[in-house]
């Protein structure tokens, strides 16, 4: 019975901190009352103590959340633009502006802040800063605002996890005063820099012994993540165990030669960790493997024997006590999942006497647990992971990490000789750069129908090996209806509440200031712009992309280019390298395979739905607002209309006048992302459309869209969205029926979105 209370007191502290994530809005101090009556009441009434762990994540949330509440007001209290003094907290990284860093906020407009109320912000500078230097500098307040949209990076989820409350800039250059105090760990991480600058592999090195992957290119990522090899890279569980093995190493030889410390491997060993953890500036992923290394020391010297699963969920619980916005964090989940998953192979009884055949096989069966959880994450497998794991984890375990401790202390105690010894560590690196070049090769792209039926087969496999033979029919029986649902469901259930077919699909994604809109009718896609580029990526790259992976395409039908602006057709180069296209139609000349020109009145035919050019009047040479191509989406069959206007101004929509009946449907892509130069009342009255979109940046550099144009269409009697506030737009067309949802409705209005969007929940 109290093996079950204790299991049920973790499960139940685990589960509420990990629902705190939708919470609408995060109680305030005054609700620790409550729970603080409770926990009192509870120790005269057995029966209420079944609530301890509920009521004990309920005072870790609670206690978090209105801290960084409080942290938050303190900011913005100050007013936008304040002066600061902060202590940079984090290595600075090259962007597109500047530099990028994290700092801490000590004092706001010349008055100390107290210990509560010292938050995190992310500051961008001119030049780049150094661990423990101190800055005085006059700053821009400005709120933590993310895209939101089916797929890609989350930044607002990632701030909240870092625990970055704000983003401040620079008023000008010379606001900044800068205080530099001694950082032994920058000058190491500076040291370690230069020795290795002329080495192919310094990328990896700084990765693997700072944390530091600024200096990781896209495509180098690209390929660590196809290899299987990520994990590798990232300074967190696996890399504090090798730094505790090779300590606990040292411990056994030095008990081998007479030393009378029977615990001295343990305690060796747990130094080297929290060296690499200081050396990784004790990230929240090197402090959560700290602590789960600290508790499996703990239950051995202690000889403390119980299941592997209580000691999971212990080391759950203390990782979400240290930190309850771990949650918010990727790395959380496939840290818990991989260690639950070491955990279950350990218990598994094995006949198999060999260590290293062992190893293999639990190399095997780690690899395989991860590949749904990784597939989710990724949108697709490595068919070769299994073969760069099993070659590079006991190479990197064995190899690589030792070599770099080997070349830190070499570093320390011999200057002489320490780039021959960092020389070694790029020679270990060589076989994995050469091998990363055919990481492509074996990556696999996986849909979300694909990874359905991926985690269903494994399901069935697990559930085979309990009812042995009389599994068959339920083999049978389930997998028919799975490919049955694959092969049939079309756009069945993409995050849909109804299960009836969905014909086709439109979506305007979270592209800031900019605009791409996907269209889908069974497996086939129209992509209208694609979004900005910037020199280290685009939109295509991080949304468009993989939500077309997700989808389950595997060709653009048609991509439209409204007009060659950067924030329309900023990811056309890399659609092009990266996608089969096999229909580029554009109002301005290019030179393509498939190239069709937009012109009005010229109309295409795609599956169920009717394509109509109605601007501009001929192709030119340069597309420019005035020049956007214009199309009109019919489903005459249904009744259903949609108008994408691109960037045409007044005038433009003028000469679109003459066609009034041309005009008139039922959801109007905004023109010109809601500017005050688009928009005419004559214009918005010729569509008197039933709901309006606008692709618009929240409290974006332009402010768009415009308060006058948003009033203008809600007068008109139209509904209104702007990706900007709601996130992703998408239009679910099922027969007659129209249903819209925005992605911010669907992921929930969690409290932290508000609080560093908004200041408010």
């Known amino acids: 019975m109290a093996l079950l209370f204790n299991y049920w007191t973790l499960v139940s502290f685990a589960l509420v901190i990990i629902t705190s994530a939708y919470w609408p809005v995060?109680?305030?101090?005054y609700w620790l009352l409550f729970c603080l009556l409770w926990l009192f009441v509870s120790v005269q009434f057995r029966r209420l103590r079944w609530g301890w762990g509920a009521?004990?994540?309920m005072i870790v949330v609670i206690t978090n959340g209105n801290l960084i509440r409080h942290q938050i007001d303190t900011l913005y209290r100050a007013g936008q633009n304040l002066t600061i003094n902060a202590e940079v907290d984090s290595l600075f990284k090259p962007i597109n502006r500047g530099f990028q860093g994290i700092v801490e906020v000590k004092s706001i407009n010349g008055q100390r802040l107290s210990y509560f109320s010292q938050s995190k912000v992310k500051l961008v500078s001119s030049s780049p800063l150094e661990l423990g230097d101190e800055v005085m500098a006059k700053v821009r307040l400005k709120p933590v605002i993310g895209v939101l949209n089916e797929v890609g990076f989350d930044i607002e989820k990632y701030s909240i996890s870092q625990r970055v409350v704000a983003n401040v800039y620079l008023l000008d250059s010379s606001s900044m005063v800068v205080v530099s105090r001694y950082s032994y760990r920058q000058k190491l991480h500076d040291l370690v820099q230069s020795l290795t600058s002329n080495l192919s592999s310094q990328p990896l090195i700084m990765a693997l012994t700072f944390a530091d992957r600024s200096?990781?290119?896209n495509p180098l990522w690209q390929q660590l993540t196809q290899s299987g090899l990520s994990h590798l890279i990232a300074i967190s569980g696996l890399h504090i165990g090798i730094a505790f093995f090779i300590g606990w190493s040292m411990g056994l030889m030095l008990l081998r030669i007479g030393l009378k410390w029977p615990n001295c491997g343990y305690w060796i060993g747990f130094a080297c960790a929290l060296c690499y953890a200081w050396l990784a500036g004790f990230g929240i992923t090197t402090v959560r493997a700290l602590i789960m290394l600290f508790l499996v020391m703990s239950f051995s010297l202690l000889r403390v024997?119980?299941?592997s699963s209580y000691k999971w969920l212990?080391?759950?619980?203390?990782?979400?006590?240290?930190?309850?916005f771990a949650i918010y964090s990727v790395s959380f989940w496939f840290s818990i999942y991989a260690v639950g998953m070491i955990f279950l192979l350990l218990a598994k009884k094995s006949h198999v006497q060999s260590f290293w055949l062992r190893a293999v096989i639990i190399q095997v069966g780690l690899v395989a647990a991860m590949l749904p959880i990784t597939a989710g994450f990724f949108h697709g497998v490595s068919l070769g992971g299994f073969a760069y794991n099993l070659i590079f984890v006991p190479w990197f375990s064995f190899v690589v990490v030792p070599l770099i401790f080997t070349a830190l202390c070499v570093t320390?105690?011999?200057s002489g000789v320490s780039e021959a010894a960092w020389q070694w560590v790029d020679i270990s690196l060589k076989p994995v750069l050469y091998m990363l070049q055919y990481a492509e090769v074996s990556w696999l792209h996986v849909s979300n129908q694909h990874l359905q039926l991926f985690i269903a087969v494994l399901l069935?496999?697990?559930?085979s090996l309990k009812l042995g033979k009389r599994a068959l029919v339920l083999w049978l029986l389930c997998l028919n209806h799975l490919f049955v649902q694959v092969e049939g469901k079309g756009l069945k259930a993409d995050s849909t509440p109804s299960s009836a077919k969905i014909n086709w699909r439109l979506d305007v994604l979270d592209v800031g200031h900019g605009l791409s809109v996907l269209i889908q009718q069974e497996q086939q896609f129209l992509l209208y712009d694609t979004g900005a580029s910037w020199p280290s990526g685009s939109y295509a790259d991080s949304i468009v992309s993989p939500l077309l992976i997700k989808r389950g395409a595997t060709e653009l039908n048609h991509l439209v280019i409204s007009h060659f602006d950067n924030d329309h057709a900023g990811g056309l180069y890399s659609l092009e390298q990266n996608w089969s296209i096999a229909q580029l139609i554009s109002s301005q000349r290019v030179e393509h395979a498939h190239f069709s020109q937009c012109r009005q009145g010229k109309q295409w035919q795609w599956g169920m739905l009717e394509l109509t050019a109605l601007w501009p009047p001929k192709a030119v040479s340069r597309a420019y607002n005035p020049q956007s191509c214009v199309i009109r989406v019919d489903d005459k069959q249904?009744?259903?209309?949609?108008?994408?206007?691109?960037d045409i101004e007044s005038v433009a929509e003028w000469m679109l006048l003459r066609s009034p009946n041309l005009l008139d449907v039922d959801v109007l892509l905004v023109p010109h992302h809601g500017s005050r130069t688009s928009s005419s009342m004559a214009f918005i009255k010729a569509v008197s459309p039933q709901i309006a979109i606008a692709s618009s940046a929240f409290q974006g550099r332009w402010m768009l869209p415009s308060e006058y144009v948003v009033q203008r269409y809600v007068d008109s009697g139209a509904i209104w969205y702007d990706t900007g506030q709601s996130g992703q737009v998408s239009l679910l067309y099922r027969g007659k029926n129209r249903q819209v949802t925005t992605m911010r409705a669907l992921k929930g209005g969690a409290w932290y979105r508000q609080m560093l969007r908004k200041r408010v929940e």
């Open 55 to 57: 009521i004990a994540a």
């Open 638 to 646: 249904h009744g259903h209309s949609v108008l994408l206007s691109g």
């Open 460 to 463: 069935l496999l697990a559930v």
């Open 314 to 324: 212990l080391m759950v619980a203390m990782v979400l006590l240290f930190d309850p």
């Open 26 to 29: 995060m109680p305030n101090g």
């Open 305 to 307: 024997h119980t299941r």
């Open 215 to 217: 200096l990781l290119s």
């Open 412 to 414: 320390l105690l011999f």
